[in-house]
């Protein structure tokens, strides 16, 4: 069964340096998202991307955070200057494109990425 | 803004039982996604309800879905020690597929 693979799957970071976390979506999808889950909390949604352009983002996804899709497989989000507050770990997810019922796709996530930042 | 709270919170039961867990929400949703995940790995796909639906069932599970009461319920019959995990619902509301979760119920299954 395809699915949506991340790496790396763990990644320990000085605050203050850049991070890059990066996902391949499963291949004939086109919607792409960020989550993050903060150890014992909630999941939370960070940003979500279609058609090359961010179409919508959450109050957490700040200037800090940014996603990108650099060519036809790879989708990254990169943090720029890490916080303490930025471990978490980071879910990459997909969806397939339904015109008839475009919000009622099941989204596939991938096995996360875990970032600690010391 | 919507918002899945599950409880509850945690669960233990024996091998062969039955395991339900529900979902409340707050606002108006176009699908409710119900997900497992086993400690510290990736979340798992487990079903999705449309609003117009009231049941559906996937093989052991068995979703129901209220709307006039905004709830969900999921029930796994027959449970295994493999079936422990956390197990999130999830909203889905107009546009985007932004997806809100609960806070999720802890299973634990014993031999």
């Known amino acids: 069964e395809p699915e949506v693979t991340q790496t790396p799957s763990h990644q320990v970071t000085q605050m203050g340096q850049e991070v890059i976390l990066r996902c391949v979506p499963i291949s004939n999808h086109l919607y ?11 999941v939370e949604f960070l940003v979500s991307f279609y058609n090359n352009e961010i179409s ?12 990108e899709r650099p060519d036809g497989s790879n989708f990254t989000l990169k943090i720029r200057s890490t916080k303490l507050e930025d471990s978490a770990m980071y879910f990459c997810a997909s969806s397939q494109e339904d015109p008839g019922h475009r919000t009622q796709n099941t ?8 970032l600690t930042v010391v | ?20 867990m529900n979902c409340s929400y707050k ?6 996604q119900w997900y497992r995940q086993n400690s510290g790995r990736g979340l798992v796909h487990l079903i999705l309800i449309r609003s117009n639906e009231r049941e559906k069932h996937s093989g052991r599970l068995r979703v129901t879905l209220d709307t006039s009461k905004k709830s969900s319920s999921l029930l796994i019959t ?16 107009t546009g985007f597929q932004k997806l809100v979760f609960g806070t999720g119920t802890r299973l634990l299954v014993s031999p």
Do not use: H, M
């Not at chain 1, 792409?32 to 909630?42: A, D, E, N, P, V």
């Not at chain 1, 989204?107 to 875990?114: L, N, Q, R, T, V």
């Open chain 1, 32 to 42: 792409f998202y960020w989550y993050r889950q903060i150890l014992g909390q909630k």
């Open chain 1, 56 to 67: 919508e983002k959450s109050e957490i996804f700040d200037d800090q955070f940014s996603v």
């Open chain 1, 107 to 114: 989204i596939y996530f991938g096995e996360g990425s875990w």
């Open chain 2, 1 to 20: 803004s919507q918002q899945g709270e599950e409880d509850p919170q945690a669960l233990s039961i024996q091998e062969g039982e039955n395991a339900t």
């Open chain 2, 27 to 32: 606002t108006s949703i176009n699908n409710l």
């Open chain 2, 78 to 93: 027959a449970s295994r020690a493999a079936d422990t995990a956390s197990y999130f619902c999830a909203t889905g509301n």
